[in-house]
């Protein structure tokens, strides 16, 4: 039994470890399976901080992971075939560069989490949960009867976007990519958890009435963290976009707004490694379960019920639960 | 556009709006008395499904299937609530959709372990092929308007179980105060789990009666429980009535959208891009329907506040 601090640093360790091992011993299958892991991590510390900070249950994250791929897609294709994406008003092209795909993924997911938060946080509960559910589900149905980005096909980008000063084609330099960002992301993320709007957001989640009354705007601070949060997801899509060099409607589907749900719950709520241990977790499982059987969801399945029903926490409240010990 | 055409449509979106309040009505009743929200709803209607198109397969007969898509779903909802379900009814959301969510994966590879992955085809009874005269001579499929009416049968009979019988009186007294009538002597988890499988049976039939229109195949049971997500938000979560109305609303919407936005736009757009224009509008338009309802009435249309 150690502190939740000590074992962060652990995961962190192995993250570099892991993948430093698979170049030495010419394993690029298991850096890629890595890259999917820190990419699958990074949407869930955005579904966290609805989630696990906020307690906005939101079974839609699957709309932010989509439009951040779609993003990827859409700047990549035009790049690809040399059209620009509008000419009038004025003239928008597309780009293959990293950076400014990132911001774009980043822009356009804050936006939609800010149109699907201002309608859905006007629930809450169950209702919350239809309603975000439903809202991600709209999406996958649009993107297969809009014909223009390949439809139900989906979109092939046929080289991986550029990124100044590396080759984003060699699998250990996109996933340091990948890495970088996860690490960055979950600094900001520590930040914004002891930040006076963090602490109010878990306020508000312990005890909404409370803090009503001591005079936070509690719809304003689930919005900005709604949107802060597939903000992230968004951009974990537009990554998860370029190391598959393809996106599909499937992106937006409610399956993928479930399994982002499940590294969450798998690592341990509201912890801020929790994600990332839950993602590592899942490829294992995806990949050691998957070499067994191809049902293998179905022992995935068994094992989600058994840690919902009988070990809440996740793995990292089962490993650091003796010292943590304020939750009795 | 044909007059005819449009009264065959809005009949096809009565028949779609009737089989989303099979689902809906069971989800609704299951959330109104015991307070959960239940992901694995859509299972259930596949079981339903599965288990016509097998007994279709041996015995050739469509009753006998109907009977056991409806028995099927009872039972796996029975054994599902005693072994998993109960323990959910204290725990947060949360919990209760990851629980539920785990049971989807279980009963989706299942089947598929069971059945393969090819999807199994249900026939339509030779005595209910082809097409009826209606008023006003329209011709419309006979088999659909046999589901219009066994919804609207289910519709009153639910209505009539929980307004006047003793077992629909429990249903409301437990939708009041479960621990009241607890306290009164009534044995709650079996009103529990009897609820959960009456639901589950709505759910199964549903999966059944649909099975013979399209392909009964794993993962069918998603996309009907996500619509019905949406119908229970539009009609106010725990009111059948509110089920049965946005589920007819929704069917509405839904079919008569992808008949006639194309022709709307239509008339101000050339052919081919009114077709993409308006069938990918088409696809939305429940959902900005929802947001609608979510704008004016966050409650729902029936919902209690």
Known sequence: ?328 | MDLLLLIEQILNGLQFGVMLFLMAAGLTLIFGVMGLINLAHGSLFMIGAFAAAAVAGWTGSFLLALIASLAAAAMVGALVEITVIRRLYDREHLDQVLATFALILIFSEGTRWIFGSFPLFLDIPAWLKGTISLPGGIQYSLYRLTIIGIGLVVAVGLFLLISKTRVGMRIRAGENDREMIGALGVDISALYTLVFALGAALAGLSGALVGAIQSVEVGMGEPVLILAFVVIVIGGIGSIKGALAGAILVGLTDTLGRTLLPVIFGAFMEPSAATTVGSALASMLIYILMAGVLIFRPTGLFGRA
């Not at chain 1, 930040?195 to 009503?212: D, I, K």
């Not at chain 1, 690592?267 to 590592?280: D, I, N, S």
Request: charged share 10%; net charge neutral; hydrophobic share 55%.
């Open chain 1, 1 to 328: 039994m150690m502190r939740e601090r000590h074992l962060n640093m652990i995961i962190l360790a192995l993250l570099v470890l892991v993948p430093a091992y698979a170049l030495w011993a010419d394993e690029p299958f298991t850096i890629t399976l890595a890259t999917r892991a820190v990419i699958f991590a990074l949407a869930g510390v955005g579904l966290n901080l609805a989630l696990g900070q906020g307690g906005l249950v939101s079974f839609g994250h699957a709309a932010y992971f989509g439009m951040g791929g779609y993003a990827m897609g859409i700047l990549a294709s035009h790049a690809q075939s040399y059209t620009p994406i509008m000419e009038s008003p004025f003239l928008i092209e597309g780009t293959n560069s990293m950076p400014v795909i990132w911001l774009v993924a980043i822009i356009t997911s804050a936006l939609l989490a800010l149109l699907i938060g201002a309608l859905s946080l006007r629930t809450s509960g169950v209702y919350f949960i239809m309603v975000t559910l439903a809202f991600g589900q709209m999406f996958y149905y649009f993107t297969i009867s809009w014909p223009a980005y390949g439809g139900e096909d989906g979109l092939s980008i046929y080289v991986r976007n550029q990124f100044p000063g590396l080759n984003t084609l060699d699998p250990i330099q996109f996933y340091g990519i990948c890495f970088v960002i996860l690490c960055l992301v979950l600094f900001l993320v520590n930040r914004l958890n002891k930040s006076p709007f963090g602490l109010a957001l878990m306020g508000a989640h312990q005890n909404e009435e409370r803090a009503v009354t001591v005079g936070i705007n509690v719809n304003r601070l689930r919005l900005v963290a709604f949107v802060i949060s597939g903000a992230i997801t968004g951009l974990a899509g537009a990554l998860f976009a370029d190391l598959n060099r393809f996106v599909s409607p499937t992106m937006f589907s409610w399956q993928i707004s479930g399994e982002i749900m499940i590294f969450i719950i798998l690592g341990g709520v509201a912890r801020l490694f929790g994600p990332v241990v839950g993602a590592a977790l899942f490829i294992l499982l995806e990949h050691v379960l998957g070499g067994l059987s191809e049902y293998w969801f179905v022992y995935l399945g068994a094992i989600l019920l058994f840690v919902v029903l009988f070990a809440k926490g996740g793995i990292i409240g089962q490993l650091s639960k003796k010292e943590s010990g304020h939750e009795g």
